[in-house]
């Protein structure tokens, strides 16, 4: 851990060895320079890990990435069913039945019972019936089926019997029962939204390779945008005495201690940017980075030349779907284990992953709580929690703390971000003090940090390549005031001042999103 302490200018400061020579010489310096922030954890844990993509981002600020989900894909009933392909079989199926096979098609319950069905069509979300012939079947009651035939158009039919419209942008398809004596088709398994899945296929000896059908499931590819970040401070005559130095692994870089000040804000912001940004590309329909042609915000004369381009921050990046409510003050293990096995689901492995949990001061309360019968002693609890880092464990500090649960490590980060009473205001009661707690305090953060081929889910990305880096960019502009050199004769202008700036252009990657999530309090 560098060491940071004060000093005054002049003693033993020079060009050579200030910040911002060393910061042009070598760009990686930056990397030391930010650790020092701790309490901006996400900033802080993406940079001790060395999570950085190794994407190159030079002539655009825009850039993309695909994640392959499961390799099949399921085909939904519109609940029109019919024996010939033409005449609809409603619930009314099965009138007269016994009450032993109530709630069973008559029709479809015997081996070799031949039966048609119609599939949405492709429309948002939908991929459309995703069946061949020779294709086997699973219904939701375990009932199996053989497709006889490609699919084919549906025609216009109103509804009836209890079913839905079908159009021609729909399609259906022929079955043949497989063991329908021990496993009938139910008249759920045709429902309005019923899923019918491929479990494989079963030809005839010496079938024709025409019948062989070809179905893809591609990833799905995800856009994201870099936010070009500034800031800049002035520092007069009364300022320029007092310096800071900062040392590591033996070497000592020194800069003005004004500047600290516009650091700390500068790098609370950049951790505000990338939990809340949000993209300002409009052009939804564009799939491919470069390719977008709207931008809300900063249109002036330039047009789309000169607009503003931000990209979204983690918080827009994880997926609606995987975001739940928790009652303020009543969180449990179960709710907590509950919801880690939902994100499980669509993580890489269903255990060995690697979850940090960001949250306030109320989570943490109310995760101790609900935690502590299972997590007495924790791994970590008082020395600090670790991470696989790209050389290896890192330690990360008192702020983190790991647990295991499900099979799976569990960091839990103190996120100060959502403590912030000057960015939040909705609360939810008061403590036992009277004071307010507020709700974004209490909100979790589950981040999936596991890596699959050595790629890490969760990763910073900078604009730059080869011996370009923006990811964080420090510059002076001297007027009477030259920070180096007070004898110089040349200036950028006529202040009393000089100015030192602070730029970044960078981006945070969500590789697979559906494998993180929200636990608010409501």
């Known amino acids: 851990m560098a060491k940071v302490y004060t000093g005054t200018f002049g003693s033993g400061t020079s060009p050579e060895n200030s910040l911002n020579t060393a910061l ?11 650790q020092q922030y701790p309490r901006y954890s996400a900033t802080f844990l993406l940079e001790k890990t060395g999570r950085f993509a190794k994407e190159k981002v030079l002539g655009d600020n825009s850039f993309e990435w695909k994640v392959m989900g499961r390799y099949n894909t399921p085909s939904y009933s519109n609940g029109w069913l019919s024996t010939d392909g033409v005449t ?3 619930s009314t199926a099965n009138s007269g039945a016994s009450a032993a096979t109530a709630g069973n098609y008559d029709e479809m319950d015997a081996d070799g019972d031949v039966f048609y069905m119609s599939f949405d069509g492709q429309t948002t979300g939908r991929t459309g019936s995703f069946l061949n012939k020779y294709d086997m079947v699973r219904f939701q009651s375990g009932a199996t089926a053989l497709v006889l035939e490609d699919p084919v158009s549906d025609v216009t039919r109103a509804a009836a019997n209890g079913g839905t419209a079908t159009t021609t942008a729909d399609s259906v398809v022929k079955f043949e029962m497989i063991d329908g004596t021990a496993n009938p088709l139910l008249t759920s398994d045709a429902a309005d939204e019923a899923i019918i899945a491929s479990i494989g296929s079963a030809f005839p000896n010496g079938s024709s390779g025409d019948d062989v059908g070809e179905n893809y499931v591609y990833p799905s590819t995800y856009v994201n945008y870099l936010t070009t970040m500034r800031k800049k401070t002035s520092v007069t005559g009364k300022d320029i005495t007092d310096v800071t130095w900062i040392e590591n692994n033996g070497h000592r870089l020194w800069y003005f201690t004004k500047e600290q000040m516009m650091m700390d804000e500068y790098m609370y ?4 940017q990338r939990w809340y940004g949000r993209t300002s590309i409009t052009d939804t329909t564009v799939q491919r980075p470069g390719a977008y042609t709207s931008s809300a915000l900063g249109l002036g004369s330039g047009g789309q030349q000169n607009s503003i381009v931000t990209g979204d921050g983690l918080l ?3 997926d609606s779907s995987n975001q739940a409510t928790y009652s ?3 969180l449990t293990e179960d709710i907590i284990t509950e919801f880690l096995a939902k994100l499980s689901l669509n993580a890489t492995n269903a255990e060995g992953n690697e979850y940090v949990v960001m949250t306030g001061t109320e989570g943490r309360l109310a995760f101790h709580r609900a935690m502590k019968d299972l997590l007495i002693a924790p791994s970590g609890s008082f020395t600090g929690g670790s991470m696989s880092g790209v050389n290896g464990n890192v330690e990360l500090g008192a702020n983190f703390t790991s647990y295991t649960a499900l099979g799976n490590k569990l960091t839990m980060a103190y996120c100060p971000v959502f403590d912030d009473p000057n960015l939040h205001s909705a609360s939810g009661g008061t403590n036992g003090f009277g004071d307010v707690r507020l709700k974004e305090s209490a909100k979790m953060v589950f981040l999936d940090f596991g890596k699959t081929s050595g790629v890490s889910n969760i990763e910073l990305i900078t604009k730059g390549a080869e011996n370009v880096n923006r990811s964080f960019i ?6 009477m005031i030259n920070p180096y050199d007070q004898k110089s004769m040349m200036a950028a202008n006529a ?3 000089f100015e030192a700036h602070l730029l970044s252009e960078s981006g945070i990657i969500v590789r697979n999103p559906l494998s993180c999530g929200i636990l608010s309090a409501s």
């Open 328 to 330: 303020m003050g009543a």
């Open 24 to 34: 042009l010489q070598y760009p990686e310096i930056a990397r030391t320079l930010i």
């Open 316 to 318: 827009a990046q994880i």
């Open 474 to 479: 420090k510059k002076y502009v001297a007027g």
């Open 88 to 90: 609809f079989v409603g």
């Open 269 to 272: 912001q950049q951790e505000l």
């Open 495 to 497: 202040d009393d001042k």
